[in-house]
Structure formats: structure tokens, C-alpha cells
């Protein structure tokens, strides 16, 4: 039976998991008004599929040898925000097919702006850009959504 956590020191009050609606985007080199404030992140996975190895004389199960992780692209979706300078480091890449790879920064914030959990992406490159639609018949917000692929990803604080 494994042993449970320790209680929580007294006066801290009880616990609650954090909320995921307040967070920080940073990109180096990119500053600006509202350039890190994004609606929606999402991406940050890593998943290893195992490599089965079937042995020679053994028909009852085969080996499944762990491969190296596989990492999803880092989707960030906000409002158009015109004049970005995220948006032109992304056109510069996908247009002239010009690479910059940054360290991406995603941090989880409390309610009261302190720091929750920070996620590093190392050598993060735009891979597709996009626009949302545009219709007469609704009242929306016109959205852009960046995606970046990345080498791997590593929780910093």
C-alpha cells in the first residue's frame, strides 16, 4: 500500500488545482503591446511509441521497446492583432524560407499573476499560419493561429 502525501502545513488553507484561463506567452526578440496574450495554447505533448520486436521461437508476446518522444506543434491562437511582430517573424519564415529558431516560453499564472508552471520549447520555428474566415452574417472576431514545431519541450519551473 503506498504511503500517502503529508497533510498540508496549517494555515495554508485547502488546495485546489490550478485554473488554466491565465497565461503568458514569450517569445525573445518579439515586444509589443498584447504580442504575448493569446487566447487558446495548446501542444504541449509528447507521446513515445514503442517499437515491437518479435523474438525468433516466441509466439506469445512480442518485445516493445520504448523510441525516442514524439512532440506535437505548439498551436497559439488570439485576436488579429495588426503591425505583430510575432505575425512578421512567422511571414518571414514561411514567405522567404528564413529560419529563426527562438526558446519559447509558456507560463501557467495564478490569480494573482504569480507563476504556477513555466514550459520551455527549445528551438521553436513557425510552421503554419492562418487566418480565420471571414462571414457577414456573424459578429466574430477575426482570429490568427500560429503553429510552431519544436525540438522538444521541458517544464523550467
Known sequence: ??????????????????VG??????????????EGNFQEVSGLTATITPLEVKEGGENRFSHRLPQPPKYGNLVLKRGMLTGST???WA??????????PV??????????????ASWQFVNA?????????????????????????????????
Not at 520555428?125 to 521541458?154: R, W
Open 1 to 18: 500500500m503506498p504511503i500517502p502525501p503529508p497533510p498540508p502545513p496549517p494555515g495554508s488553507g485547502p488546495w485546489y488545482p490550478p
Open 86 to 88: 510575432l505575425i512578421r
Open 21 to 34: 484561463f491565465y497565461f503568458r506567452v514569450m517569445v525573445p526578440g518579439v515586444t509589443g503591446t498584447n
Open 125 to 157: 520555428y513557425p510552421v503554419a499560419l492562418k487566418v480565420s474566415e471571414f462571414k457577414a452574417q456573424e459578429n466574430s472576431i477575426a482570429l490568427e493561429t500560429l503553429e510552431l514545431c519544436y525540438d522538444y519541450f521541458q517544464q523550467i519551473s
Open 103 to 116: 526558446a519559447v516560453v509558456v507560463s501557467l499564472m495564478n490569480a494573482n499573476r504569480g507563476l504556477v
Open 91 to 100: 511571414q518571414t519564415a514561411i514567405n522567404q524560407f528564413t529560419f529563426t
